[in-house]
């Protein structure tokens, strides 16, 4: 009995300390808080929902509604001016619209990725993601050993070499599209295009033939989903996975991770036999990938990991994007078909009834690339970045002490009509050759350093299959679908651009 009430004594008293520790940590941290609070607070900004959490949970009531978070940015700019703070936690957010500022922050290699985000993509709910890959590296070093290397696969003279790929993966997208003229059955754009777009990364980055238009059952297309959105809930929402509910959803996307990096294995061990039997392999990303590990002195055994890193980088970084451009471009020339009918009179006096389109052609199309990037002005598909600002700075007349996040949006820019006349209205001739370039608020590839590395590759993929659709095909939009955006972290058409195919009315392209 003695013995039971000593130790039962112990335990009150191991309580009590441990709750004595506890609450001093809690009021420690409340006051961190309500120092950061009062470090930042002179900035203008909307006001905090909850002491803790700050605005957080204004964003997940966005998300939860399934509206584009970058809407509430723009509306917050248009009040609080073109450098506003945020909140959650102990950290501070500034979201910055200024041109001077976004100039300055984004071209200089001084302000490093934010750590706070691009870490959080290290892994997906315990399954290691990106990693340390050329996207999510913030470690200056680190990533400009990579970019170096990754350089020549993205060089011009690399990427003349790709129009054959590019033409051979759109044609078979436009042997697709003639079925579905002909049993006259409607169509999910979106979905074709991401068959497309990957398609052409898997078989120009690493030599994989996947030919999804023709093998429905792939688990990519539907992996690379699962991830992305995946990535949007573990980024913006850190109590995720903490709610039974979501667990099956979690456990999905670890599954869809392990997936992609297994298939990366695979083919970086495929690619590896085949340089040690010193077989003739192509100067493409994946040897650029196996490269960087083999000069990453640091790496040590992590090698491995490293490599299937950049895999998965340029897996997801090298197809999403723009076959959500690809999707958004069909919407908006199915929306305005004076546009179309511009766009496809320039396609006919450019490449004709031909069908391999050079790369010469290309440069030739001057008002699709207008339509292009009119395309990513209204739907930057990677709409946003972030930079860590370590001294302390002004913006705007308003001293920024150092510490913070900057965040910036070629979303919220894009659609201010002091950067963007009548800003909601898809005007291609904004971007016409003799007009005035936009100054630092318009960089859906983002700018400076970090910039994407396969942006010209990107512009050449898209405009080889919108030359192809314009030359070959009519298509109507599918009445009552919304044109909404649903937001995923990158941005896509909302209800997949259902739209009826037609053949034009002309005799067959040159083969
Ligand atoms: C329309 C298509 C595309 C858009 C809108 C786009 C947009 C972007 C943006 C905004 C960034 C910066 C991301 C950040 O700051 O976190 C980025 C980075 C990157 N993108 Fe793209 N991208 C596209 C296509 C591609 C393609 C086709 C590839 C590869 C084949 C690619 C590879 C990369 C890489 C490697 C980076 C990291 C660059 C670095 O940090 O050095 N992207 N992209």
């Given at each position: 009995?003695?013995?039971?009430?000593?130790?039962?004594?112990?335990?009150?008293?191991?309580?009590?300390?441990?709750?004595?520790?506890?609450?001093?940590?809690?009021?420690?941290?409340?006051?961190?808080?309500?120092?950061?609070?009062?470090?930042?607070?002179?900035?203008?900004?909307?006001?905090?929902?909850?002491?803790?959490?700050?605005?957080?949970?204004?964003?997940?009531?966005?998300?939860?509604?399934?509206?584009?978070?970058?809407?509430?940015?723009?509306?917050?700019?248009?009040?609080?001016?073109?450098?506003?703070?945020?909140?959650?936690?102990?950290?501070?957010?500034?979201?910055?619209?200024?041109?001077?500022?976004?100039?300055?922050?984004?071209?200089?290699?001084?302000?490093?990725?934010?750590?706070?985000?691009?870490?959080?993509?290290?892994?997906?709910?315990?399954?290691?993601?990106l990693g340390n890959g050329m996207v999510t590296a913030?470690?200056?070093?680190?990533?400009?050993?990579q970019?170096?290397i990754m350089?020549?696969?993205?060089?011009?003279?690399?990427?003349?070499?790709?129009?054959?790929?590019?033409?051979?993966?759109?044609?078979?997208?436009?042997?697709?599209?003639?079925?579905?003229?002909?049993?006259?059955?409607?169509?999910?754009?979106?979905?074709?295009?991401?068959?497309?777009?990957?398609?052409?990364?898997?078989?120009?980055a690493?030599?994989?033939?996947?030919?999804?238009?023709?093998?429905?059952?792939?688990?990519?297309?539907?992996?690379?989903?699962?991830?992305?959105?995946?990535?949007?809930?573990?980024?913006?929402?850190?109590?995720?996975?903490?709610?039974?509910?979501?667990?099956?959803?979690?456990?999905?996307?670890?599954?869809?991770?392990?997936?992609?990096?297994?298939?990366g294995?695979?083919?970086i061990?495929?690619?590896?036999?085949?340089?040690?039997?010193?077989?003739?392999?192509?100067?493409?990303i994946l040897?650029q990938i196996i490269?960087s590990a083999?000069?990453?002195?640091?790496?040590?055994?992590?090698?491995?990991?490293f490599m299937l890193d950049n895999f998965v980088t340029f897996f997801?970084a090298?197809?999403?994007?723009?076959?959500?451009?690809?999707?958004?471009?069909?919407?908006?020339?199915?929306?305005?078909?004076?546009?179309?009918?511009?766009?496809?009179?320039?396609?006919?006096?450019?490449?004709?009834?031909?069908?391999?389109?050079?790369?010469?052609?290309?440069?030739?199309?001057?008002?699709?690339?207008?339509?292009?990037?009119?395309?990513?002005?209204?739907?930057?598909?990677?709409?946003?970045?972030?930079?860590?600002?370590?001294?302390?700075?002004?913006?705007?007349?308003?001293?920024?002490?150092?510490?913070?996040?900057?965040?910036?949006?070629?979303?919220?820019?894009?659609?201010?009509?002091?950067?963007?006349?009548?800003?909601?209205?898809?005007?291609?001739?904004?971007?016409?050759?003799?007009?005035?370039?936009?100054?630092?608020?318009?960089?859906?590839?983002?700018?400076?350093?970090?910039?994407?590395?396969?942006?010209?590759?990107?512009?050449?993929?898209?405009?080889?299959?919108?030359?192809?659709?314009?030359?070959?095909?009519?298509?109507?939009?599918?009445?009552?679908?919304?044109?909404?955006?649903?937001?995923?972290?990158?941005?896509?058409?909302?209800?997949?651009?259902?739209?009826?195919?037609?053949?034009?009315?002309?005799?067959?392209?040159?083969?």
């Amino acid at each position: 009995m003695a013995v039971f009430s000593l130790i039962f004594g112990c335990a009150c008293h191991a309580l009590w300390y441990l709750f004595f520790i506890v609450l001093v940590a809690f009021l420690g941290y409340s006051l961190y808080i309500k120092h950061i609070h009062m470090k930042y607070d002179h900035i203008p900004g909307p006001p905090r929902n909850s002491f803790f959490f700050g605005h957080t949970p204004t964003f997940l009531r966005e998300m939860k509604a399934e509206r584009v978070v970058h809407e509430k940015l723009l509306e917050w700019a248009q009040t609080y001016g073109p450098v506003y703070r945020l909140n959650g936690l102990h950290h501070a957010m500034i979201v910055v619209s200024c041109p001077e500022a976004t100039k300055e922050i984004l071209m200089s290699p001084k302000y490093p990725k934010d750590k706070f985000a691009y870490k959080r993509l290290f892994h997906l709910f315990g399954q290691r993601f990106l990693g340390n890959g050329m996207v999510t590296a913030v470690n200056h070093e680190q990533w400009y050993k990579q970019r170096r290397i990754m350089d020549p696969a993205f060089s011009s003279l690399y990427l003349r070499g790709l129009m054959s790929t590019f033409n051979e993966r759109a044609e078979r997208l436009m042997d697709k599209l003639a079925d579905f003229a002909d049993c006259k059955k409607e169509t999910c754009m979106l979905h074709l295009v991401n068959c497309v777009t990957l398609d052409v990364i898997a078989k120009v980055a690493f030599g994989v033939d996947l030919d999804l238009l023709k093998h429905t059952d792939s688990p990519f297309p539907k992996a690379i989903e699962v991830c992305l959105e995946g990535m949007m809930y573990h980024v913006r929402d850190a109590f995720f996975q903490l709610i039974p509910k979501n667990w099956p959803f979690v456990n999905e996307v670890r599954q869809a991770c392990k997936l992609l990096r297994d298939t990366g294995y695979r083919w970086i061990q495929a690619r590896k036999t085949a340089i040690q039997h010193g077989e003739e392999v192509p100067k493409d990303i994946l040897t650029q990938i196996i490269k960087s590990a083999d000069k990453e002195e640091s790496m040590g055994k992590d090698d491995e990991e490293f490599m299937l890193d950049n895999f998965v980088t340029f897996f997801i970084a090298g197809q999403e994007t723009t076959a959500n451009q690809l999707a958004f471009c069909i919407m908006e020339l199915g929306r305005h078909p004076d546009i179309l009918e511009k766009a496809r009179k320039e396609v006919d006096d450019v490449i004709g009834m031909k069908q391999e389109i050079s790369y010469d052609d290309l440069g030739k199309l001057v008002y699709l690339s207008q339509v292009l990037k009119e395309t990513l002005r209204l739907y930057p598909t990677a709409p946003g970045t972030s930079r860590e600002v370590h001294e302390d700075m002004v913006i705007n007349g308003i001293h920024i002490p150092g510490g913070v996040t900057c965040a910036f949006s070629s979303y919220v820019t894009s659609r201010m009509d002091k950067f963007f006349k009548d800003p909601l209205t898809f005007d291609p001739d904004r971007f016409h050759p003799d007009a005035p370039k936009p100054y630092y608020c318009y960089y859906p590839f983002s700018l400076g350093p970090r910039s994407c590395l396969g942006q010209n590759f990107a512009q050449m993929e898209a405009k080889v299959v919108m030359a192809k659709l314009l030359q070959r095909f009519e298509f109507n939009l599918v009445p009552g679908q919304s044109f909404d955006i649903r937001d995923v972290g990158t941005l896509r058409p909302k209800d997949g651009v259902m739209s009826h195919i037609k053949h034009r009315n002309h005799s067959k392209v040159n083969e």
